[in-house]
């Protein structure tokens, strides 16, 4: 995707309304709870705290890109299966940093999935069931 | 929050990065992993005119020793210390810290160079560059000088670059054999400053006795804080639970924090004469496991 932006512009913003996609979300604003989480090649990072400009040229993934093919990624498998939300406003965030997470960490224990969403934070306090739905995620990549 | 505008500048060389900063000076901020600078321009409690985003030059996002030296670019990212086999064996000091700094997310951004470059005496890395005895490199029109870590830090958030310098590389010294060292810290909760935290590097000789000692303190004043009357107390004896007191009760007294949100002053200057003892007893262990 392209587009003329002012240096100032946040991707955030570049993601949510030059692009028109609304599946990255804007929860603190601060650069603390990860709802604005997306993949920068390939590393989960808070794209409220980034200008657009920086990521000229290298490769963004947000939730939209996280379904392949009409086939939902494990890890979206996985939070609808064992409920990993509920009000669903930090769970594109978490997904994506769960992907990541799992490229680099197959074999996950229950503490390292806890460090990996430590910048992530549900306001349900939904945690038990995310750490559960990542715990699928891993065993299904695993197949 | 919006930041204010700025004139942006994506330069592909040192030299170049140098240039623009000879041209504004003062006027021009480096970005390098942004996650201090961004939150400061969304606040516009910084509102630089020309920003200068450094993460377009080659060559300067690596770790590896050469020459005596544990050698970290400018853009490595705290994520890429804890990635490195070599920093995770031979340095676990460097993982205790840049293990605690903000979260996951963040550190993947943020930069080892840019936590000292800040000068932001609740920045972690500066305590434990201090107990490595660390040096930065910094790149002006004028050429290369390396900067000692413990003359880096001249007053609050500001450091010995001039405005035409560019922090391009850190360079801790390889510790000898029976070397060993810790950060301990206390936060409140993941991606906090800290409460207070300590930085112990430690070199035991074969006989026993402590030849080298570093002591650096997070957030203990209006500058990040070596503990040299600790360190002095450790340095020649053997370190044992009396000596270990001691180092803890020197360090307490030579800090000066501010009582704020996260503990009164009182508190804090107890939390560091305990944290100095349990780095201390880390950093031995360390010692003996030759890391």
Known sequence: MEADVEPRLLLVHCIRDTFQ???THIGCDTSHCGACTVLLDGRPIKSCTLFAIQAEGRAITTVEGLEQ??????VQEGFCQEHGLQCGFCTPGMM???????KENPR????????A??????RCTGYVNIVKAIQYAAAKLAE | MIPPGFEYYAPTSVNEATALLKQHGADAKILSGGMSLIPLMKLRLATPRYIIDINRIPDLDYIREAN????????????????SELVRSKYPILIDTSSTIADPLVRNMATVAGNLAHGDPANDHPATMLALEAQVVAVGPKGERRIPVSNFFTGILSTALSADELLTEILIPIPPAGSGGAYIKMERKVGDFATAAVAVQLTIGADGACERAGIGLTNAGPTPVRAKKAEDVLRGRKINDEVIRQAGQLASEESDPK???R????????LIRVLTARAIRRALERAGNGS
Request: net charge negative; hydrophobic share 35%.
């Open chain 1, 96 to 102: 994506l940093t769960a992907a990541a997470f799992l």
């Open chain 2, 259 to 261: 009582s704020d949100l």
């Open chain 2, 68 to 83: 005596g030296f544990l050698k970290i670019g400018a853009l490595t990212r705290e994520s890429d210390l804890e990635r």
């Open chain 2, 263 to 270: 503990g009164s002053a009182e508190y804090k200057r107890d």
């Open chain 1, 117 to 122: 969403i430590s910048g992530n934070l549900c």
């Open chain 1, 21 to 23: 996609l609304t599946g």
């Open chain 1, 69 to 74: 093919n009409g086939t939902l990624h494990p």
């Open chain 1, 108 to 115: 996950p224990t229950e503490d390292g999935i806890r460090t």
